[in-house]
């Protein structure tokens, strides 16, 4: 493998029903930092049936060209035949860096192309940079420059860990969702589109799919929320969570809710913060009846302020929260519904 | 039918985490399991077992100690255990792991592999996709119910919003959601069984078609280029107040930080 043949930092824009996932737009803003630092541009690779009216979109947040795989085959998600558009788009366009959304689609789809072009795959990187490998020089052995540092939390949160690629091409990683930063949209941006077909022919990695069951959700996505009031166990049953989408109500906020409350059947697991839920990172997380396990704090703690309730001043919640409030949730939070509800009506 | 199941042995970091004096994660204090994800991919398993009549083999990699989770896998109705250990296996990425196991599974027939979508210390959701592109069989990530029809697999795949209803021939692989179901426990005959039964066990040269350099450390493309705990931002204020004076203090920060 010659490495300096690998070029430019590519990105895989999900789309599923033709509506492009946010993921997308992460991923350019990240692409363009790592660009930026390589002096090299932002290839979007858009894969599907009838997409190509989306790829303004994806040069609005930043791509600076789009390659378009489309093919009726390709018109909702099946492994194998995205597995097939990618490898084939990196075995002709050999780029340097690919990042993928560590979604439902994204964890399926990584593992697939690395292990058919051979490379390695970080998963659900929560930070990516370019730098050197090894980061301090060793003696005896070679110090690569411009390698992608890949961060990404294990043991459940409990240790992070940096990963590199130094001798495979291109440097593959999954990203978590939520965590980086969009550019702001440019309107009227026009791609530089490039079509792309591999030919798509149907084998015994094929599978068929007999039904789609889109679940029936009117609720909003909990990792575009500005304000989320989150519940836990502590909150007591299903019908008090009536307290939580008081306080959201008048805040503007959505509520969303801890594992544990998923398994009490509280609630769906839409709502689900931590590391088994979604990463969010809105601008104010109200923590109530949340003990803060370590799984909750990895998909919450990058909130800008945390404000926590809870009855029990040991619970570990209060070890990230910016202002903790040791006391009893069900007196605290219908009276501070109700004095915002009255400072709203005087204003 | 014929299934292999791929099973860890991982840290139980539900709860009982232990760290050193030095801060970093103690292992050897915390307590082993079977990972969730694997188990429930056993449970599956066992459940086919029992509709359709199957012989279901354990295969796992790892240190001299991992037939503990063999054994308990043969307690709850695996009929087979294999281990896959040897020490130049060993520092193995998910590439190097999904070769490994690949290579163990060239020696089995089977129909269906079933392996969980992801373990609980590395949470990567990569080997179960990445043995089934080693075998050139489809992959059906992320199960939340499993049934068999004729020579095809039936599998509902969970998405965020949805979920697809698939059906492929088989042989297969499937990762399993520890959702899928609520995995039995071990019975008195069962771990009677358990104790007596005979784990095979692997080494390198029992591989098959797999090449030295896609092996362990040396054959791992990602490479570590630092670990260290997670740093917590830090707590802030904690404060113990009755009820209206809570009040009061949280609309003051909210006032203060802008927010209403």
Request: aromatic share 6%; charged share 25%; glycine share 10%.
């Amino acid at each position: 493998m010659n490495l300096a043949e690998y070029k430019g930092v590519y990105v895989f824009a999900q789309q599923v029903d033709n509506v492009i996932n946010s993921i997308a737009f992460e991923l350019i803003g990240k692409g363009k930092d790592l660009a930026e630092a390589l002096g090299t541009e932002v290839t979007a690779v858009l894969v599907g049936s009838d997409v190509k009216g989306l790829a303004d979109e994806l040069a609005a947040y930043g791509a600076d060209k789009v390659i378009v795989v489309d093919d009726p085959e390709l018109k909702e998600y099946r492994t194998e035949p995205y597995a097939h558009a990618l490898a084939s788009v990196i075995e002709k366009y050999k780029p340097e860096i690919f990042l993928v959304g560590a979604t439902a689609i994204g964890r399926d789809l990584g593992p697939r192309v690395s292990a058919r072009i051979h490379t390695g795959l970080t998963a659900d990187c929560t930070q990516l940079e370019i730098g050197d490998f090894p980061i301090n020089p060793i003696p005896g052995k070679e110090q690569k420059h411009n390698q992608l540092l890949m961060t990404r939390p294990a043991f459940g949160g409990n240790t992070i860990a940096t990963i590199a690629c130094p001798d495979f091409r291109p440097q593959m990683a999954t990203v978590r969702p939520g965590v980086m930063q969009k550019r702001d949209k440019v309107e009227g941006a026009k791609a530089n589109v490039e079509e792309f077909n591999p030919g798509f022919t149907p084998d015994n990695k094929y599978v068929e799919i007999l039904e789609v069951v889109k679940a029936v959700s009117d609720t909003v996505d909990i990792m575009d929320a500005k304000i989320l009031v989150s519940g836990g166990r502590g909150v007591g049953s299903a019908e008090n969570f009536k307290l939580l989408e008081d306080l959201a109500e008048v805040l503007g906020g959505t509520v969303s809710c801890s594992r544990a409350v998923v398994d009490a059947g509280w609630k769906v697991k839409d709502l689900q913060v931590g590391q088994t839920g979604k990463t969010v990172r809105p601008n104010l997380y109200f923590a109530v009846g949340i003990s803060g396990a370590i799984q909750h704090l990895a998909g919450m703690e990058e909130s800008d302020i945390i404000i926590a309730i809870n009855k029990d001043e040991t619970a570990p919640i209060f070890d990230v929260a910016d202002y903790g409030i040791v006391g009893d949730l069900n007196k605290i939070l219908p009276a501070l519904t109700e004095k915002l509800k009255a400072e709203k009506a005087a204003k | 039918m014929k299934i292999v199941v791929c099973i860890k042995q991982v840290p139980d970091t539900k709860g009982g985490v232990k760290f050193n004096p030095d801060g970093t994660l103690d292992r050897a204090a915390m307590m082993t399991i079977m990972n969730p994800d694997d188990k429930a991919g056993l449970e599956a398993a066992l459940r086919l077992k029992e509709k359709y009549g199957a012989e279901v083999t354990v295969l796992t990699m790892g240190l001299p100690k991992a037939e503990d989770v063999l054994r308990e896998a043969i307690a709850m109705g695996a009929d087979k255990g294999i281990l896959v250990t040897d020490r130049v296996l060993g520092g193995a990425d998910t590439w190097a792991t999904s070769q490994t196991l690949a290579g163990a599974i060239r020696n089995l027939e089977y129909d269906l592999i079933i392996t969980g979508r992801q373990a609980i210390d590395g949470d990567t959701a990569q080997v179960g996709p990445q043995i089934s592109e080693h075998l050139n069989i489809p992959v059906i990530s992320y199960a939340q119910k499993i049934e068999v029809e004729g020579d095809s697999v039936i599998v509902e795949r969970q998405y965020d919003d949805r979920y697809h209803v698939l059906k492929a021939k088989m042989p297969c692989l499937i990762t399993a959601l520890a959702e899928l179901n609520e995995p039995r426990y071990m019975t008195p005959g069962g771990i009677f069984d358990a104790c007596k039964a005979e784990i095979t066990v692997w080494g390198r040269a029992d591989l098959k078609d797999v090449e030295d350099s896609n092996l362990g450390l040396k054959g791992s493309p990602t490479q570590i280029a630092k670990a260290s705990d997670k740093v917590r931002k830090g707590a802030g204020e904690k404060v113990t107040l009755d009820a209206s004076e809570s009040v009061d203090y949280i609309l003051g920060k909210l006032k203060e930080k802008h927010i209403v």
